[in-house]
């Protein structure tokens, strides 16, 4: 049976298109992989739409489907083609292209981040074929979309910079410093994008000891604790996911305040 979404056929302009960020990402997706699709593009080209949708809705039941509740699924690395490709699609608002690469990097780190949650229980509702799967998929795509960081606004090269470290490569560590330069100008220690950034770097030295006790010091003055005998790395990846996310939440509160000024602007044309 063909699980793949069947490319959209000439002349169906009438089919109802939902919400304006459903029309969007469905044009998006059309032009990049005109081709066959994941099983997950038919919530974009399928002519049935769920009346109760506006793009907030629309945008949690699509990411489900491609990340259902934090866990990975056979279809999910399938489906994470398609948050690679809107991340890289300077038509899809900045808000989103973040919120892509973060669900990416959720996606690559499942299996890290749920084994710190459980320890030293194994996750429910592990998959590791398709937790193996799913980082492969993204490892596949990382190198193409931190090649967009010159041209990326400040929110995405953030998640971006998570992206960095989960693969980390020889070419990549060395930069992330003086592309970082600049956040940590702006942001002290103690605030969520301050503290973000700095921990990015500490994870980029590959210090192991060092690792190891910045996590311990920032989970026990800020975050969710993991236990000790937790893999160095499992609990780091734990802790900066916590961290992605809330700085995903404290960007959108500075792009809805109209005190931010232009240079604060972290999402040009949102």
């Known amino acids: 049976m063909d699980t793949h979404?069947?490319?959209?056929?000439?002349?169906?302009?009438?089919?109802?298109?939902?919400?304006?960020?459903?029309?969007?990402?469905?044009?998006?997706?059309?032009?990049?992989?005109?081709?066959?699709?994941?099983?997950?593009?038919?919530?974009?080209?399928?002519?049935?739409?769920?009346?109760?949708?506006?793009?907030?809705?629309?945008?949690?039941?699509f990411y489900s489907e491609i990340l259902h509740q934090d866990t990975c699924q056979p279809a999910t690395a399938d489906g994470l083609v398609l948050l690679a490709v809107l991340a890289a699609d300077d038509r899809v608002p900045a808000r989103h292209r973040f919120q892509a690469v973060r669900l990416l990097f959720r996606a690559a780190t499942v299996a890290e981040r749920h084994l710190a949650?459980?320890?030293?229980?194994?996750?429910?509702?592990?998959?590791?074929?398709?937790?193996?799967?799913?980082?492969?998929?993204?490892?596949?795509?990382?190198?193409?979309?931190?090649?967009?960081?010159?041209?990326?606004?400040?929110?995405?090269?953030?998640?971006?910079?998570?992206?960095?470290?989960?693969?980390?490569?020889?070419?990549?560590?060395?930069?992330?410093?003086?592309?970082?330069?600049?956040?940590?100008?702006?942001?002290?220690?103690?605030?969520?994008i301050g503290d973000y950034v700095r921990f990015v770097l500490v994870l980029a030295s590959q210090d192991e000891d060092r690792i190891r006790t910045v996590t311990e010091n920032l989970t026990d003055a800020h975050w969710a604790g993991t236990a000790r005998e937790v893999p160095t790395r499992e609990r780091a990846l734990h802790l900066l996911g916590q961290m992605l996310a809330k700085v995903g939440a404290e960007l959108t509160q500075l792009r809805r305040s109209a005190s931010v000024s232009d240079s604060a602007d972290w999402c040009s044309g949102t």
Do not use: Y
């Open 5 to 61: 979404a069947k490319p959209e056929p000439p002349g169906t302009d009438a089919i109802a298109s939902g919400p304006p960020i459903r029309q969007l990402f469905r044009d998006v997706i059309a032009d990049r992989l005109p081709g066959q699709r994941p099983p997950q593009a038919a919530m974009l080209f399928d002519g049935e739409i769920d009346p109760s949708w506006d793009d907030r809705s629309f945008l949690g039941d």
């Open 117 to 192: 949650e459980t320890w030293p229980d194994s996750p429910r509702n592990a998959d590791p074929d398709s937790e193996a799967r799913a980082r492969s998929a993204v490892q596949a795509r990382t190198p193409g979309l931190l090649n967009r960081w010159p041209a990326e606004c400040p929110a995405v090269r953030l998640a971006l910079a998570g992206l960095a470290v989960v693969f980390p490569t020889d070419r990549t560590l060395p930069t992330l410093a003086p592309r970082l330069q600049g956040f940590t100008d702006q942001h002290r220690s103690g605030t969520d």
